[in-house]
C-alpha cells in the first residue's frame, strides 16, 4: 500500500501516522507538504493527520480545507482513492467538503485526552475490515471540537445508508450518553462519504498500533486498508 | 471602505459556548436573558469605492472561507 500523510503548519500527529503505516504496511508513507499540488503517482491511500493547522484559527481546520494539495486529494477520491482524514484531519475533510456536517465545540466544553470505547457499525468496508461488526475497540482521543453534527436529512443519510463507522460507546459495547465523550450527535465517532472511500473520525487508532502503547486495538484500521489494497491490486 | 461580515450559528445547531456564556450571565445576576448565541464579526476594509463590488468581494470571502455555510449563516454591511 502506497500511502501519502498531507503536513500543514501545525499538524502534530504527522509522525505518529507515518510510523503506525510504516509498522503495518511495510512502506513509509510520502510525507506532502500542503503546498503541493499532486500527489505522488499510485498512491492508494491519503491520510489527513490530527492536530491543529494553522493553530485552529477561524474554525477547525477551515483554512487547511482551502490548502493547493487539497484539489488533488479531491480528485483522488473523486477516482475511488482512500481517504483517512483523522482528528483534526476530520475536521479539514467536512471544511472541504469531503464529508459532511461540521464538528462543533465538545459539548462539555473541555479538551478531552483519554481512551473512548468505539463499536465498529460494520465490517464489510476497507476501514473496518480487520474487525468484526459490533466489536468493540479502545482508541485514544485528543481534541476540544470532536462534536459532530449534521442536518436531519445529512444524518437520516447517514444512518440509512450504513454510513456511521465508529460510535462511542460504553466498554461491552452499549450506546450511553456517559460514554458519548463529546456529546456528539447519534454518538458518533466516524463516518464515510457516500462511495464509502473516505472515512473521517475523531479518535487516533495510530496510537493504539505497538505493545509499548498498551493496546494495540488501532491495528485492525491499518491491516484492513493493507488488505483491501491488495485485494484490489 | 469600510466593511462587516457578521457570522452567526444557524438556529437548531447546538451552541455550547453561548449556553456557557448564557450560564455565566444568569450566575452573575443580569436578569432578563433568555438565551445567547455566540458568533463572528470580521472588520474589513475595501479598497476601492464602488459598493456593489465590495459587497460582491465579501459575498465571495463569506462563501469561500468566513462561513461555514453547512452550520453558520452570514450577513454582509459595506458602509460608504
Same mark, same amino acid.
Given at each position: 500500500?502506497?500511502?501519502?500523510?498531507?503536513?500543514?503548519?501545525?499538524?502534530?500527529?504527522?509522525?505518529?501516522?507515518?510510523?503506525? !503505516?510504516?509498522?503495518?504496511?511495510?512502506?513509509?508513507?510520502?510525507?506532502?507538504? &500542503?503546498?503541493?499540488?499532486?500527489?505522488?503517482? /499510485?498512491?492508494?491511500?491519503?491520510?489527513?493527520?490530527?492536530?491543529?493547522?494553522?493553530?485552529?484559527?477561524?474554525?477547525?481546520? *477551515?483554512?487547511?480545507?482551502?490548502?493547493?494539495?487539497?484539489?488533488?486529494?479531491?480528485?483522488?477520491?473523486?477516482?475511488?482513492? !482512500?481517504?483517512?482524514?483523522?482528528?483534526?484531519?476530520?475536521?479539514?475533510?467536512?471544511?472541504?467538503?469531503? !464529508?459532511?456536517?461540521?464538528?462543533?465545540?465538545?459539548?462539555?466544553?473541555?479538551?478531552?485526552? &483519554?481512551?473512548?470505547?468505539?463499536?465498529?457499525?460494520?465490517?464489510?468496508?476497507?476501514?473496518?475490515?480487520?474487525?468484526?461488526?459490533?466489536?468493540?475497540?479502545?482508541? #485514544?482521543? *485528543? &481534541?476540544?471540537?470532536?462534536?459532530?453534527?449534521?442536518? *436531519?436529512?445529512?444524518?437520516?443519510?447517514?444512518?440509512?445508508?450504513?454510513?456511521?463507522?465508529?460510535?462511542?460507546?460504553? #466498554?461491552? /459495547?452499549?450506546?450511553?450518553?456517559?460514554?458519548?465523550?463529546?456529546?456528539?450527535?447519534?454518538?458518533?465517532?466516524?463516518?464515510?462519504?457516500?462511495?464509502?472511500?473516505?472515512?473521517?473520525?475523531?479518535?487516533?487508532?495510530?496510537? &493504539?498500533?505497538?505493545?509499548?502503547?498498551?493496546?494495540?486495538?488501532?491495528?485492525?484500521?491499518?491491516?484492513?486498508?493493507?488488505?483491501?489494497?491488495?485485494?484490489?491490486? | 471602505?469600510?466593511?462587516?461580515?457578521?457570522?452567526?450559528?444557524?438556529?437548531?445547531?447546538?451552541?455550547?459556548?453561548?449556553?456557557?456564556?448564557?450560564?455565566?450571565?444568569?450566575?452573575?445576576?443580569?436578569?432578563?436573558?433568555?438565551?445567547?448565541?455566540?458568533?463572528?464579526?470580521?472588520?474589513?476594509?475595501?479598497?476601492?469605492?464602488?459598493?456593489?463590488? $465590495?459587497?460582491?468581494?465579501?459575498?465571495?470571502? $463569506?462563501?469561500?472561507?468566513?462561513?461555514?455555510?453547512?452550520?453558520?449563516?452570514?450577513?454582509?454591511?459595506?458602509?460608504?
Amino acid at each position: 500500500m502506497k500511502s501519502a500523510v498531507l503536513v500543514f503548519p501545525g499538524i502534530n500527529r504527522e509522525r505518529d501516522m507515518a510510523r503506525a !503505516l510504516t509498522l503495518i504496511s511495510g512502506r513509509a508513507p510520502a510525507m506532502v507538504w &500542503h503546498a503541493e499540488t499532486a500527489l505522488p503517482a /499510485g498512491t492508494d491511500l491519503v491520510v489527513i493527520p490530527g492536530g491543529f493547522s494553522y493553530g485552529d484559527y477561524l474554525r477547525c481546520g *477551515a483554512i487547511a480545507a482551502r490548502a493547493p494539495i487539497m484539489d488533488a486529494v479531491r480528485a483522488h477520491a473523486d477516482k475511488g482513492g !482512500l481517504v483517512l482524514a483523522i482528528c483534526n484531519g476530520f475536521q479539514i475533510a467536512c471544511e472541504a467538503g469531503l !464529508l459532511p456536517g461540521a464538528l462543533m465545540r465538545n459539548a462539555q466544553l473541555k479538551f478531552i485526552c &483519554h481512551d473512548a470505547y468505539l463499536r465498529v457499525e460494520r465490517s464489510d468496508t476497507p476501514f473496518s475490515r480487520g474487525y468484526n461488526a459490533g466489536q468493540v475497540i479502545r482508541v #485514544p482521543v *485528543a &481534541h476540544g471540537e470532536g462534536n459532530y453534527v449534521a442536518d *436531519a436529512d445529512t444524518l437520516a443519510r447517514l444512518e440509512g445508508e450504513g454510513r456511521v463507522l465508529y460510535r462511542y460507546v460504553s #466498554p461491552d /459495547g452499549a450506546l450511553d450518553p456517559a460514554w458519548n465523550i463529546n456529546g456528539a450527535i447519534n454518538a458518533i465517532a466516524g463516518i464515510l462519504n457516500a462511495r464509502g472511500n473516505v472515512l473521517g473520525m475523531m479518535p487516533h487508532p495510530e496510537n &493504539h498500533v505497538e505493545a509499548s502503547m498498551g493496546c494495540t486495538d488501532g491495528r485492525g484500521l491499518f491491516a484492513g486498508l493493507v488488505a483491501h489494497v491488495a485485494r484490489a491490486a | 471602505m469600510k466593511a462587516r461580515v457578521t457570522v452567526t450559528l444557524k438556529s437548531g445547531i447546538l451552541d455550547p459556548q453561548g449556553k456557557a456564556i448564557e450560564g455565566a450571565l444568569k450566575s452573575l445576576g443580569v436578569e432578563g436573558i433568555a438565551s445567547v448565541r455566540q458568533g463572528k464579526v470580521f472588520d474589513i476594509e475595501i479598497a476601492g469605492t464602488d459598493k456593489a463590488k $465590495a459587497e460582491a468581494t465579501l459575498k465571495q470571502a $463569506a462563501d469561500k472561507l468566513l462561513a461555514n455555510t453547512v452550520i453558520e449563516n452570514y450577513r454582509v454591511e459595506v458602509s460608504g
